[in-house]
């Protein structure tokens, strides 16, 4: 029976870490999936990366494929002014707009590769 919230839906156990000898790791029961389901999951993860604290402060989030659509840039834009009224703005441009995100993403899915160029967090025009 699966139950929702507080507690995992497939089975864990405390093992030695394979990565790292000494210490212990969780694991779980092997995970089946299908890999294009996973995939494309994985595609609207990074196509919307906004954490559930910037919702409120969200501007846009711009996503513009460049060669296909599982070759694409994604801008997270948080409001200048809305940062500014809960104390996290610009101090010389309280109005200035923060790019919080700039990553160039590429999906290979014959590869099952995924590769992304990620940017530095700045103010826009910086």
């Known amino acids: 029976v699966v139950q929702m919230g507080g507690g995992p839906s497939l089975p864990l156990a405390v093992t030695d870490s394979i990565v ?3 210490k212990t790791s969780i694991v779980s029961d092997p995970i089946t999936l299908d890999y294009d389901a996973f995939c ?8 919307y990366p906004v954490l559930p604290e910037q919702q409120t402060v969200l501007k846009e989030c711009k996503v ?3 060669s296909s659509a599982d070759d ?9 002014a809305k940062l500014t009224s809960y104390g996290f703005g610009n101090k010389d ?5 923060r790019i919080e ?7 290979d899915r014959a590869a099952r ?4 160029e990620n940017f530095q967090a700045h103010w826009e025009g910086e």
């Open 20 to 22: 790292e000898p000494g």
């Open 40 to 47: 494309s999951e994985l595609v609207k993860l990074m196509k």
């Open 64 to 66: 513009v494929n460049l």
């Open 72 to 80: 694409f840039e994604v801008m997270l834009i948080l409001d200048g």
């Open 93 to 97: 441009d309280p109005n200035k707009d």
């Open 101 to 107: 995100r700039l990553d160039k993403i590429k999906v």
């Open 113 to 116: 590769k995924c590769s992304s």
